[in-house]
């Protein structure tokens, strides 16, 4: 799947946060998104997932030969058209443990309501065979219990976007606060299910390491505005990027 932008704003109280004139993400699969503290990577992933109101410009996702408008969609159905978004800062995992927060999303596609999920008891067994592997492969604490650290609920959220089978997933600086391994070991599932073609991934953080090992192009955000994009290499040559962002 593809975002395409096309004069996209956000103005606060009239003063400008971000300004995209055009741009289109999910072409190359693995994308980074990197730019200095308040360049409106946040801002930016909030307006294409819609939980953020534009001031002006278009949203559309490109689906196969289907495009779908954005901008008439609410942010609780964006999610059921493919895309789905993690979060920088983690709210909520208090009122359901792990495993239901797995469950929830696991079945939580079109016409299955929150409540009606869990009430039901509609999990199946391939649903919790699933979920059985994630926690198989990361380990919390009590995955029968609640999510404890702020890196169990940064993994859980980026668990419960997994299982519900993105097809473009936008994640908004997962691994802050996450192990090493358990970082490596997320984008490394990451990039399996993108290279199967599962799903395109856009990635902001200001972990460049994990940038250039991991995505095959970049967008370099910066004082709102796309300044430039390109390979790894491009981006790590460009002098705008240098002087605005590595402190050159
Ligand atoms: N609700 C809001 N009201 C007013 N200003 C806001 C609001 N949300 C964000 N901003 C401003 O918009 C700008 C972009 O913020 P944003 O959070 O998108 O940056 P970011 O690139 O994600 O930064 P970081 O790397 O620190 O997460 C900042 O100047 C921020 O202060
Ligand atoms: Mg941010």
Redesign the pocket.
Known sequence: MKLHMRDLTKA??EHP?LNVAEATLGMHGLEGLI??????????MGLLTRRIAATTGTVELEDGDARHPLNPIRSHQVANLGLVKTN?RIQGFESLTIRDNLRLAATAHANETYRGVLDQNQTNDAIEAEIDDYLSQFTFADPDGFAKSGGEKKLLDILRCLIFKPRMLLMD?PTAGLPDDVTAKVMDMVRAKVKSGEMTVVI?E?DLELIWNYCAYVHF?SEGEILFHGTPDDVKNNRVVAEKYMGV
Not at 35 to 44: R, W, Y
């Open positions: 606060y109280h946060v730019g200095p503290n308040g360049a409106g990577k946040s801002t930016l920088q600086e902001v200001h955000l």
